[in-house]
């Protein structure tokens, strides 16, 4: 009776692991990229020789350097923003789906478990599928009325 319910946790089960272990991947990508931006906007600008003078060719390459990895850095934080809150998203409503515990998510997937159970009798041809309708509504209804 509970098997879609089951299987649904499942599902959602799997579905967190794999969205939880992409923000993992993420999140350490992002703290290489921001530690390499820091470092490199951290980091003198070298000059030339006995100069007091820093070249302007260096400095604008460092600048570039240094624009792109935080663009980098700034896509990878979005990426890893998103993926994160999709997996506390999941986590949310699998937690959600977990309390609903004998309420009527169960009741409800357990109703569609039987009406694929009789189905499966009607497709495979178990004999008379109106009988065994009858007989299944017979002894719910005992349940509720006795």
């Not at 906007?41 to 070249?55: H, I, T, V």
Request: aromatic share 10%.
């Amino acid at each position: 009776m509970i098997l879609l319910y089951v299987v649904l946790l499942l599902a959602l089960a799997c579905a967190r692991f794999l969205v939880a272990r992409r923000a993992g991947v993420l999140e350490r990508k992002y703290s290489r990229v921001a530690r390499a931006a820091q470092e490199m906007a951290a980091q003198p600008l070298p000059r030339e020789g006995n100069s007091s003078r820093s070249d302007p060719y260096r400095s604008a390459k460092h600048q570039y350097l240094l624009g792109q990895l935080v663009q980098k850095r700034d896509r990878v934080e979005g990426r890893y923003a998103a993926w994160q809150a999709r997996s506390e998203r999941l986590g949310r409503f699998s937690t959600r789906l977990r309390g609903w515990e004998g309420r009527w998510v169960p009741y409800l997937l357990g109703a569609a478990d039987a009406v694929l159970l009789l189905t499966l009798f009607a497709l495979f041809g178990s004999g008379d599928v109106s009988a065994q309708l009858r007989q299944v509504l017979e002894s719910v209804s005992s349940r509720w009325t006795g």
